[in-house]
C-alpha cells in the first residue's frame, strides 16, 4: 500500500485494482489517498483479471491486488485476456504460501506452478520491501504480465521515497559455498538463512525470481557444486524447484538437487511455522536434507 501511494505520484499509468481485499492487501490507506485511481470490483476475481486487461490495452500499468488462493479463480482470464495478448499487467499476489489463520481455504501454494506454466508471465519473489519496491518499478518499466509474489506477514518498511534498481531476472548470491548450495527465495528464503548460519561450505543464492530463471548464475552452481537444495513455500509439483530441474536438464547437468516443497496433499488451519515443519521447508527440516547430503551440521544445532 505505501508503495503504491508513491508509485501512482510518479507514474500516471499506474492504477490498482482489487477484489474485495482493499484490507487485506494493505490498501486502506491507498484508497483514501488516491481514489481516483483505485477501483474495488468486489467479490470477482475474474473481473478484477479482465479489467485489468482492459485498462493495459488502453496504455495503463493496472496492479491487480490479488490474494493467491484467489488468483486461481481468474486463471482462465490471465490466460486468455492477460498473457495471449502479453499484456502489462501487474498481479500483486499476496498471501503467497502458508497462511495459518485465515484458514485451510486460504492457503496460497499453487501459483508459483500454475503462474510459470502460462506464457509471457513472469515471476518474482521479493525477499523485503525494498526489493518488492524495486521489483514494482522494473515490473511496470518492462511491461507484460508480471506476477509479484509475497507472504502475509510483517517486514521492516521501505524508507518513503527510495526506489532501487534491480536487474530484471538476475539471483542474489548471499553467502559463498562450493559444497552445497541453496537456492530459496520469499518466506523459504528466511528459512534458509538461518539453516546455513554457521556451515562454511554452504552456499546461499536469493532465487529471487522463478521466471525466468537466471540461468547464467544457476549453471555456474551446478557446474562447480555437488549439490543443489531448492526451497519453496509452494507445491513440489511444477514449482521453482521443477523449473531449476527443467533448466539443468535442458542443460546437459546432472547435479543432484533435492527439491523441498509442500507436499501433494492438503494442510488444516495451523501455524505457519507448524505447517512449515510438518512439510519439511524450515530450518531445521533444510539442515537435516544438508546433513544427509554429507554437509558435517554440528547436532543440536
Known amino acids: ?7 501512482v505520484k510518479d507514474d500516471p499509468r499506474a492504477f490498482v485494482i482489487t477484489p474485495a481485499m482493499r484490507e487485506g492487501s494493505g490498501l486502506l490507506k491507498y484508497s483514501k489517498a488516491h481514489p481516483n485511481r483505485y477501483l474495488d470490483v468486489g467479490i470477482a476475481e475474474d473481473v478484477a ?22 488468483l486461481q ?7 486468455h485476456d492477460v498473457a495471449i495478448e ?13 497462511v495459518g489463520a485465515d484458514g485451510s481455504t486460504h492457503h ?3 501459483d508459483l506452478s500454475f503462474m510459470r506454466s502460462i506464457p509471457n508471465v513472469s515471476i518474482a519473489l521479493p525477499k523485503d520491501a525494498l526489493e518488492l519496491r524495486a521489483m514494482f518499478k522494473g515490473a511496470v518499466k518492462r511491461g507484460g504480465p508480471v506476477a509479484i509474489r509475497y507472504p502475509r506477514g510483517n517486514v521492516e518498511p521501505a524508507p518513503e521515497g527510495c526506489w532501487p534498481d534491480l536487474e530484471w531476472g538476475t539471483w542474489e548470491r548471499l553467502k559463498n559455498g562450493s559444497e552445497v548450495v541453496v537456492l530459496a527465495g520469499g518466506k523459504a528464503l528466511e528459512y534458509a538463512q538461518r539453516a546455513v548460519e554457521g556451515l562454511p561450505s554452504v552456499g546461499l543464492i536469493n532465487a529471487r525470481f522463478v521466471k525466468p530463471l537466471d540461468t547464467v548464475m544457476l549453471l555456474e552452481v551446478a557446474r562447480t557444486a555437488k549439490a543443489i537444495v531448492t526451497v519453496e513455500d509452494n507445491q513440489r509439483s511444477g514449482g521453482f524447484g521443477s523449473a531449476v530441474l527443467e533448466a539443468l536438464s535442458d542443460a546437459g547437468l546432472s547435479t543432484p538437487v533435492r527439491v523441498l516443497g509442500i507436499p501433494d496433499e492438503f494442510y488444516e488451519q495451523a501455524e505457519v511455522s507448524s505447517i512449515h515443519a510438518r512439510a519439511g521447508i524450515d530450518a531445521q527440516a533444510i539442515r537435516t536434507v ?7 551440521v554440528p547436532i543440536g544445532v
Open 1 to 7: 500500500g505505501d508503495a503504491m501511494i508513491e508509485l
Open 49 to 70: 483479471v479482465t479489467v485489468g486487461a482492459g485498462m493495459a490495452l488502453q496504455g495503463m500499468r493496472p496492479i491487480v491486488a490479488i490474494y493467491s488462493t484467489f
Open 73 to 79: 479463480r481468474g486463471f482462465d482470464q490471465v490466460v
Open 86 to 98: 502479453n499484456l502489462p499487467v501487474i498481479f500483486a499476489v499476496d498471501r503467497g504460501g502458508m
Open 108 to 110: 496460497g501454494v499453487f
Open 290 to 296: 544438508l546433513a544427509e547430503l554429507g554437509v558435517d
